[in-house]
């Protein structure tokens, strides 16, 4: 109730609030595809080189947010363009941008005079100080990921679960990977705002993870996986409020807990209906 109250009377609250609906508009459509393709390790690299771009940013006086998001489009479509090419290096340059991600980013920010506490926010994340600009980015953001889904939706469907039989209907697979990945980019600089890039992962997969559980088809999976996205950040801010804990760790360990839960949850029930099941066959 105090959590409750609280959001109507703080503005910040508010912004927290409907940018954790925002995110989760893009983690649940993109994260189904990144479950579905099995490319959390490749988003993970993505995520970890924006910190690069946002300090070079931040160097030279720009929006750290532009900084991450050329950092990631240019991330995504180097990534896709190896792994298209020599598959068998994919493993090792994610890794390499991963790390030299992280490195040029610490060395920007170390050459940046001051301590830049709007950074930092971005490395870990601070939902609760969104901006009413950034949400209108966030929104623009969302909107262009949507558009992409709804005119490629069965493009997109066919390369995310059989690549060469796309290929061989005539689909342009290299052409709608590349897209694929620039949208997880753009989804990577959504969900750093409120989780940090360190978590950003975890909110990426694991609403879509659960979703998977429990319906077979794309389109449900990634309403069920954003539904589950806002109960999520809704829950994780709800709790983190009174205690005053980090409102990003809180979401990402709600979500955890949940996947924790679902899965082994589902292993009880199966195990139990086999049993059943073969308690049936010896009764008949």
Do not use: K
């Not at 409120?194 to 659960?210: E, F, K, N, Q």
């Amino acid at each position: 109730m105090a959590f409750l109250q609280a959001v109507i009377e703080h503005g910040f609250l508010q912004h927290a609030l409907i940018g954790g609906v925002l995110a989760s508009i893009g983690c649940g459509i993109v994260g189904s595809y990144v479950v579905v393709r099995r490319i959390g390790f490749l988003a993970g690299g993505i995520s970890h080189s924006v910190l690069g771009g946002m300090g070079a940013a931040l160097y030279f006086g720009v929006e750290p947010l532009s900084g991450a998001v050329a950092a990631a489009l240019l991330s995504a479509l180097l990534i896709g363009w190896v792994s298209l090419r020599w598959r068998e290096h994919e493993d090792t340059l994610i890794g390499a941008l991963w790390a030299v991600g992280m490195a040029v980013g610490i060395l920007f920010i170390s050459r940046t005079p001051g301590y830049n506490v709007n950074l930092m926010s971005y490395l870990f994340g601070n939902i609760l100080m969104v901006p009413e600009r950034e949400l209108w980015v966030m929104a623009a953001m969302d909107l262009l990921v949507v558009a992409a889904v709804v005119l490629f939706y069965r493009p997109f469907q066919a390369v995310a679960f059989d690549e060469e039989f796309a290929r061989l209907r005539g689909v342009p697979v290299t052409g709608f990977y590349l897209l694929l990945l620039c949208m997880v980019a753009l989804t990577v600089v959504l969900l750093i705002q409120v989780v940090g890039l360190i978590l950003v992962i975890a909110l990426l997969t694991l609403p879509a993870a659960i979703a998977a559980q429990y319906v077979h088809t794309l389109g449900r999976m990634m309403g069920l996986a954003t539904l589950l996205g806002i109960l999520f950040t809704v829950s994780g801010l709800a709790l983190s409020y009174e205690p005053d804990l980090p409102a990003g760790a809180t979401i990402i360990l709600v979500a955890g807990l949940a996947y924790l839960l679902s899965t082994v949850g589902r292993g009880v029930w199966r195990g139990r209906r086999a049993r059943l099941g073969t308690q049936g066959v010896r009764d008949g």
